[in-house]
C-alpha cells in the first residue's frame, strides 16, 4: 500500500508467514473452499463450508479515482450462513517486504477503537469487530472468536498518510455495497454479448481493476517475482506499464464500449514518452516514473523456493525498436476512432521518427526482452515498418505535417529487408531473428499489424512451423528454452507455454480464414482462467497449472482482442487490409 508498485505489507506470497499475512478463517477442519466475485465486479466471496456450518467472507478494496492521495483500503466482511463456526483472525504485518516489523499500538479514532501499525514511512490502522490482540512472544496479533448464523462482522486496513492521525472510520458494509455499485455502473458500460460474454467481460474488468486512476496507467500485473519456471530464477517485477500493450489495450478498451478508459491510457501514454525521443524507454512506473532500478530481496525465499525475488526491472533500459511501432500504432488507432489529437501529441511522434531515423539499423533486445545479445529480431524489425506505415498514413490520410515522402522510402526499405532476411525458405517461416532458425511466437502477429495477409502463403508457413515447434495441445510457447542457458535470451530454465501467444495463434488461425478451427481453440483457451476467471502470463502443461506473474494485462488483453477478431470489433488487420501489396 498504497500503490500497484509500493513495498508490500503482507509478503508471505514470496516468503514465509512471518513476512505478513492476514487471515480470517474456519478454527477447525473445512470440508470445501468456494470463491466468486459478485456478478460485473471485483467484490469477491469465499464461501468456507465446515463440519459445524458455513461462513461467508467477503472482501473488496474500494475503488478511489483520480486523487494521488485517495484513500487506500481493505475491507473485509464475515458472515454466518448455518450453525456456528470457530474462527481464527491472524494478522501479521510486515512492511518493506517483509524486513520491517512495525511498533503496533491501539488506540481510538472518532470514538472506535482501532490498531495502528507504524514503521518509518508506512503506517495502517485497522478498524473493526473484535480487534486481534498481540500473541505473546509471537510478532503477532490474533483473535479468535465464533460465529452464528446471521452474524455479521466486518474490519478495514487502511493505509495512513500520517500515523498520529489515523483515517477516520468507516461504515465496512456501506463500503462492499459502495464498491460493488461502482463496478456493476462500470461493467455494465462493457458492449459486448457475443461467446463467452463472461469471459471477455471479466477480462475487461481486470484491466480496469489493473488502471491505476490517477494516471490511467495499467501495470502489467500486481505481482512481482512469481516464477514463470517454477522452482527456477526467472522471475520478474511486472508491476509497470508497458510501451508494448499500447495498441492491444486501446483495441481492447475501445472495441467494447471503454472508450474513458483509453483515453486516460493514451493521456498516459503521451505523458510518459514525453521528452527526447533518445530517451524512450520501453516501461515506465504508473506516474511515468523512468528509474524502475533492479534489485534482489534475499531475505525473502521466492514463491515456493523460486528465487530470486526481485523488484524493479532492469529491462527499463533495453533498446527495444519496436516500442516506436507501438507507441505509433496506438497513436494511429486513436486518431482513427475520434480520440482527438493535439498538436502537442504530434509534434512528439515527430520527434519519435526523427530519432527512429537515426537507430532503425540497430539490433535490439526484441519483445521479449532478452538478456542475451542484441540481434536484428524478425518482430522488430515488423514493428519498424510499422511506425514508419503510421506515420505515411498520419500524413495521407489526416493532412498532418511530416516528410511524407522519406518514410515511405523507409517504410518500403524495412519491408523489402524483413523479407529478404527475416525469412528462411528452408523452414518455410519467419525466423526469429536475422540468419537464424529458431522460431519466435511473436511473428504470428504478422498479419495482424498489416504487415501481411493472413492468407499470405509465408503467414501459413510461419503459422505450421510455430505449431510444429512451438505449440503444445492448445498452447503455444514465446519460443524454445531447455534446461541449459539460451543463446538467446541469455537465462536457464524452461518456462511455460505464454498464454498470449496462445490466443496469438488463435487471432491468425482466425486470419487465415480457419475460423472454425480458431474459433475450437478459443473455447478451450477460455477454458484455462481459473475458478474466478482470472490468468496468469503463462501455463505449465507439465503440471497443468497456471505460473508467471498475476493476473497478467497481456494474457487478459488477448483473450478480449481474440473475442474482437473472432466475433466482432475493429482489429489491427480490418483496418490495414487492403493497404499492403
Known sequence: MPRFDSPSCFSRLLGTEDDGHWRITPTGEVRSVTRSYRDGSLVLETVFETVDGVVRLIDTMPPEQDHWDADTRVVRVLEGVSGQVEMTFRWVLRFAYGDSVPWVRRGERDGQECVVALAGPSAVALYGDRLPYRVPGVRAHEAVFTVSAGERLSWVMEFAYSPDEPPAPVDPVAEVARSEAFWLDWSSRIAYDGPHADAVRRSLIT????????TGGIVAAPTTSLPETLGGGRNWDYRYCWLRDATFTLLALDNFGCTDEALAWRKWLLRAVAGDPADLQIMY?????????????DWLSGYQGARPVRIGNAAYRQLQLDVYGEVMDALHLARERGLGETPDSWAMQRGMMRHLETVWQMPDKGLWEV??????????????????????????????????????EL??????????????????????????????????LIPAVGFLPGDDPRVLGTLEAVAR????????????????????????????SFLACSFWYVDA????????????????????????GLLAEEYDSSSGRMTGNFP??????????????LFGGHTREERDRGGVA
Open 371 to 408: 538478456r542475451g545479445p542484441d540481434r536484428h529480431f524478425t518482430h522488430s524489425r515488423v514493428m519498424l515498418w510499422v511506425a514508419f506505415d503510421r506515420a505515411v498514413r498520419a500524413v495521407e490520410e489526416f493532412g498532418l505535417p511530416g516528410p511524407v515522402d522519406r518514410w515511405r
Open 509 to 532: 488461425l482466425a486470419l487465415a480464414g480457419r475460423r472454425e478451427e480458431a474459433q475450437a481453440m478459443f473455447d478451450r483457451l477460455v477454458g484455462l482462467a481459473n475458478d474466478v
Open 469 to 496: 515447434v512451438l505449440k503444445r495441445g492448445d498452447l503455444v510457447d514465446r519460443y524454445e528454452t531447455g534446461p541449459g542457458e539460451s543463446e538467446v535470451d541469455g537465462l536457464a530454465g524452461v518456462e511455460g
Open 207 to 214: 484491466l480496469k481493476g489493473l488502471s491505476y486512476a490517477p
Open 285 to 297: 512506473g504508473l506516474g511515468g516514473e523512468r528509474h524502475l532500478v533492479e534489485w534482489e530481496v
Open 411 to 444: 517504410r518500403d526499405e524495412v519491408r523489402d529487408e524483413v523479407l529478404a532476411k527475416g525469412w528462411n525458405a528452408s523452414l518455410g517461416s519467419f525466423t526469429q531473428y536475422y540468419g537464424g532458425t529458431e522460431l519466435d511466437a511473436a511473428t504470428l
Open 552 to 565: 497478467q494485462a497481456f494474457s487478459h488483453l488477448a483473450l478480449v482482442n481474440s473475442a474482437a477478431v
